[in-house]
Structures are given as C-alpha cells and as structure tokens.
C-alpha cells in the first residue's frame, strides 16, 4: 500500500538580520507577488476565475459529458463468447446419474446432486457435462475420511493430466467451473457408496457447445 501522508512544506529559513532598506523592500515585494500567484491558483482549483465573487463557478455549459455506448453495442468480455438463451426445458427424457458415462453433456444442470440429468449429443447447446467418473479405492468397511479429505483426493482425480480439453477452457475462460460429486456424509460412507463424479460447467451457465474432456 503506498502510504497517504503528503510532506509539509519546509518551513522558510530566517532572514538574517541587518538587513538595508532596499532588501527589505525586495522582499516585501517579492513576498507579495508569491501572494498574489497563490490567490490566483487557489482560485483556479476552486473553479471560479481568479477576481470572481465567492459562489460563483465557472460555466461548464460547452463541455459535453463522455457518453457511453449502447449496450447491444458494447464488446462481448474478453474470453467469454455471446451467450445464447438458456434452455428451460428439458427435450430429452432424464437419466439417473448412476447410468451416466463420461464425457455425456447435459442439456439441463440444475445442480450436481440431482437425481437424473437429460442427456443430449455435444454438438448440442447444453449447460454442462460429466468430465468424468470412477470409484473410489477406499474398501467397504473402511472409516470416513472426512470432507475435507475427500475433497481433496477427488479435486486430484478430477484434475488428473488428460482429462481437460484446454483448447475448450480456454474459450470459457475464467468463467468454467467443476462440481465434485462424492459420498461426503458419515451416512453415505457406512451404505457403501464410493462412486464420485466430476461435472463441468460455466459459472454464467452458458450454453455450451463441443467437448471438454481430453483426449486422455
């Protein structure tokens, strides 16, 4: 942070003493021409002609406000492409999360716990897509983990090298997100369930188009 106190001015060195009178006068003049020039800058920063009564500004009636474009014409933000209008409503029949394979695009993402999820091809506009899925390696019987340390191993597994197309990111951009999806309750620890998921999207919900899973 850069500190905000401002230095005073240096106080002015004495005059010596014994001084004529014309040094006197010099300085008394100069002294008052530096008046002078102060009352007028002062008056400038205030915005009102130097000579002017107080109150009265200078008018700004010829100079015109910057004003800025419409917004249908306003540039589209840097790495984010036009958004289309958002399917409301599913036209495909849902599919419990259960039957999904990787790299399946969802038309409809309303969030990653859903039970089902509408599955249409790619080339298809769809909000988001199963990047991928596995089992964890944890055998039945064994103790939880803990959030936290789920949470971690599956952001590993879901960001292992090959699994991303990078050439997709980088048309989204800082605007894509990945939900994990894992048994992150004592209750669902103790049932058996280790499968996890990982789902990709756009913050924006954009409708997206093509792959974003890598070629491996």
């Known amino acids: 942070m850069r500190d905000g ?33 102060l009352v007028a800058a002062a008056a400038l920063l205030i915005g009102m002609p130097a000579g002017d009564a107080p109150g009265h500004a200078v008018s700004t009636s010829g100079q015109q406000a910057p004003q800025l474009p419409e917004a249908a014409t306003r540039p589209t933000p840097l ?23 990787t790299g399946d695009c969802l038309q409809l993402y309303p969030s990653k716990s859903a039970a089902g999820y509408p599955v249409v091809d790619c080339a298809s506009p769809h909000i988001a897509q199963l990047l991928s899925r596995g089992v964890l390696p944890q ?6 983990p803990g959030k936290e340390a789920l949470d971690t191993q599956v952001t590993d597994l879901c960001g292992a090298p090959g699994i991303l197309n990078w050439d997709w990111v980088a048309v989204w951009n800082e605007d894509v997100q990945i939900d994990l999806r894992y048994p992150d309750t004592a209750e669902q620890w103790a049932s058996g369930a280790r499968s996890y ?16 899973v890598g070629g491996g």
């Open 79 to 101: 790495g984010l492409p036009p958004r289309p209008t958002r399917t409301a409503v599913a036209t495909v029949p849902e599919q419990p999360v259960d039957s999904l394979t």
């Open 5 to 37: 106190r401002t230095r005073g001015e240096r106080p002015p060195e004495e005059e010596p003493s014994g001084l004529s009178r014309r040094g006197w006068a010099v300085i008394v003049g100069s002294t008052a021409a530096v008046a002078v020039a």
């Open 139 to 144: 055998p039945a019987g064994a103790p939880f």
């Open 197 to 212: 998921y990982c789902f990709i999207y756009t913050f924006s919900r954009h409708e997206l188009t093509g792959s974003a």
